[in-house]
C-alpha cells in the first residue's frame, strides 16, 4: 500500500486479555519501528527491526510484550495479560534503511483501551 | 529521565505571525534532529529535520535552528496559518541507534484566524 496500515484502529479488551496489533509497512520498507504515546506524552520507543530481526527491544517495558517480524514485512505486537497501564496508542512506521531518523512514514496508530 | 524536552505544552498564535517552538536535549551523542506534526487521530508526520554539523534548516515556511552548545532547538513557522494549527514534536537520534528516535511532549499550537 501507499502508506503504513495499522489494524485494528481501535480495540477494547478486558483486563488480563491477549492482544495483538497488525502494522503493515510500506511496501521495501526494512526498518520497521513500534512506539507507544501515552495520553500527554510523545511517542515512546518499544522495539525496531531490520528486515526479519529485532535489531533494538531495549524499550519493551515486561515480558507481556512481544513483537515479530516473520517475513520482514508484517509486524505484529502481541499483549499478554493486559493491565489498565498499557492503554495508549501504538504507532507504527517504517522506514527505508533505518539510518538518521527521517524518512519514517507513521501509520494512523491502534488505540487501546485495557477496562 | 527525559532526554528531549519541551517545556511548553501550548501555544497559541495569531494567524501571520510567527510561530516559535522550542526544545531542549540532554545526550550530547544525539546527531539528527527532526520535528513532526500530529493532527487528532493520525500518525506523526515528518516536517523538517537537522545534522548536529549545521545550526540551521530552512524549507519554506519553516526553520529549524540548532544551538548545539545550549543543547537546544526551535521551529520557526513564519506566516503562521489556521492549518499549522496540530501537536509538534521534536524528536533526536544517534548515529548508532538503527534511526531510534526519541521524542519530546510535544507542544500544541493554536493558531488564531
Known amino acids: 500500500g501507499a502508506g503504513v496500515s495499522q489494524t485494528p484502529s481501535n480495540k477494547v479488551t478486558e483486563k488480563g486479555k491477549y492482544v495483538e496489533l497488525r502494522c503493515d509497512p510500506i511496501?521495501?520498507?526494512?526498518?520497521l519501528y513500534w512506539y507507544r504515546q501515552s495520553l500527554g506524552q510523545g511517542p515512546e520507543f518499544l522495539i525496531y527491526?531490520?528486515?526479519?530481526?529485532?535489531?533494538?527491544d531495549s524499550g519493551l517495558p515486561n515480558d507481556r510484550f512481544f513483537a515479530v517480524r516473520p517475513e520482514g514485512s508484517v509486524s505484529t505486537l502481541k499483549i499478554q495479560r493486559t493491565e489498565r497501564g498499557d492503554s495508549a496508542v501504538y504507532l507504527c512506521?517504517?522506514?527505508?534503511?533505518?539510518?538518521?531518523?527521517?524518512?519514517?512514514?507513521f501509520g494512523s496508530g491502534t488505540r487501546l483501551t485495557v477496562v | 529521565d527525559q532526554q528531549v524536552k519541551q517545556n511548553s505544552p501550548s501555544l497559541s498564535v495569531q494567524e501571520g505571525r510567527i510561530s516559535i517552538l522550542n526544545c531542549d536535549y540532554t545526550?550530547?551523542?544525539?546527531?539528527?534532529f527532526l520535528w513532526y506534526k500530529k493532527y487528532p487521530a493520525e500518525g506523526p508526520t515528518f516536517l523538517i529535520s537537522?545534522?548536529?554539523?549545521?545550526d540551521k534548516n530552512e524549507d519554506g515556511r519553516f526553520t529549524v535552528f540548532l544551538n548545539k552548545s545550549a543543547k537546544h532547538l526551535s521551529l520557526h513557522i513564519v506566516p503562521s496559518q489556521p492549518g499549522d494549527s496540530a501537536v509538534y514534536f521534536c524528536?533526536?537520534?544517534?548515529?548508532?541507534?538503527?534511526?531510534?528516535?526519541?521524542f519530546g511532549q510535544g507542544t500544541e499550537l493554536s493558531v488564531k484566524p
Open positions: 512506521a517504517s522506514s527505508l534503511t533505518g539510518q538518521g531518523g527521517y524518512g519514517y512514514t
Open positions: 511496501s521495501g520498507h526494512t526498518a
Open positions: 527491526f531490520q528486515g526479519t530481526g529485532a535489531a533494538d
Open positions: 545526550n550530547s551523542m544525539f546527531d539528527y
Open positions: 537537522i545534522s548536529s554539523i549545521k
Open positions: 524528536a533526536a537520534s544517534a548515529r548508532d541507534q538503527g534511526g531510534k528516535l526519541i
